[in-house]
T-cell receptor, first 112, second 113 residues
Framework: DTGVSQDPRHKITKRGQNVTFRCDPISEHNRLYWYRQTLGQGPEFLTYFQNEAQLEKSRLLSDRFSAERPKGSFSTLEIQRTEQGDSAMYLCASSSGSNGYTFGSGTRLTVV | AQTVTQSQPEMSVQEAETVTLSCTYD???????LFWYKQPPSRQMILVIRQEAYKQQNATENRFSVNFQKAAKSFSLKISDSQLGDAAMYFC??????????FGTGTSLTVIP
């Protein structure tokens, strides 16, 4: 286990379609985070899990977004009825405490 | 509300020279953490350096050091002996005792050979 893995790396979808991304954190990390990064901006917090519990959700996470971490290991982020404004890099990160995150390489979503 | 401001969208430095990237933040908390992350073109964010607000001593990691001015809410990153591999987007980030990070908008660093 060498880091945080995200799949897919790139996703192109048509407006209105649903997409799902996966994140596999570092195995010993109990905390998992999803961030969204648009061009020229820093990452913005979406949601946070401690083990399988989703403890925080940003206002950015509209009803079309849902995240799960069913067994406290990998997580999925689903976007329903995608819109062009959803085009961004979706970053996953994990941590085990107050240290910095370890980020994945991200999933770049393009909605056409 | 916590905010992080990076006022330098772009910076450049000659190879082997020193460059300082600026960051200011706004918080009413007294205990928090500050970070600098590097994001190369491959897009994976990498932790460069971390500072706990309760520590007066500035953090250092090899060629990277910070100037942490708690009263001024300033947290600058100094890169000494700049190398071509330092070219990247650099993000300053703040974290309170909550779990989310607040990131600045980033500074794009170019290293000139």
């Amino acid at each position: 286990d060498t880091g945080v893995s995200q799949d897919p790396r790139h996703k192109i979808t048509k407006r209105g379609q649903n997409v799902t991304f996966r994140c596999d954190p570092i195995s010993e990390h109990n905390r998992l985070y999803w961030y969204r990064q648009t061009l020229g901006q820093g990452p913005e917090f979406l949601t946070y899990f401690q083990n399988e519990a989703q403890l925080e959700k940003s206002r950015l996470l509209s009803d079309r977004f849902s995240a799960e971490r069913p067994k406290g290991s990998f997580s999925t982020l689903e976007i329903q009825r995608t819109e062009q404004g959803d085009s961004a890099m979706y970053l996953c990160a994990s941590s085990s405490g107050s240290n910095g995150y370890t980020f994945g390489s991200g999933t770049r979503l393009t909605v056409v | 509300a916590q905010t992080v401001t990076q006022s330098q969208p772009e910076m450049s430095v000659q190879e082997a020279e020193t460059v300082t990237l600026s960051c200011t933040y706004d918080t009413s908390e007294s205990d928090y953490y500050l970070f600098w992350y590097k994001q190369p073109p491959s897009r994976q964010m990498i932790l460069v350096i971390r500072q706990e607000a309760y520590k007066q001593q500035n953090a250092t990691e090899n060629r990277f050091s910070v100037n942490f001015q708690k009263a001024a809410k300033s947290f600058s990153l100094k890169i000494s002996d700049s190398q071509l591999g330092d070219a990247a987007m650099y993000f300053c980030a703040y974290r309170w005792t909550g779990n989310q990070f607040y990131f600045g908008t980033g500074t794009s660093l170019t290293v000139i050979p």
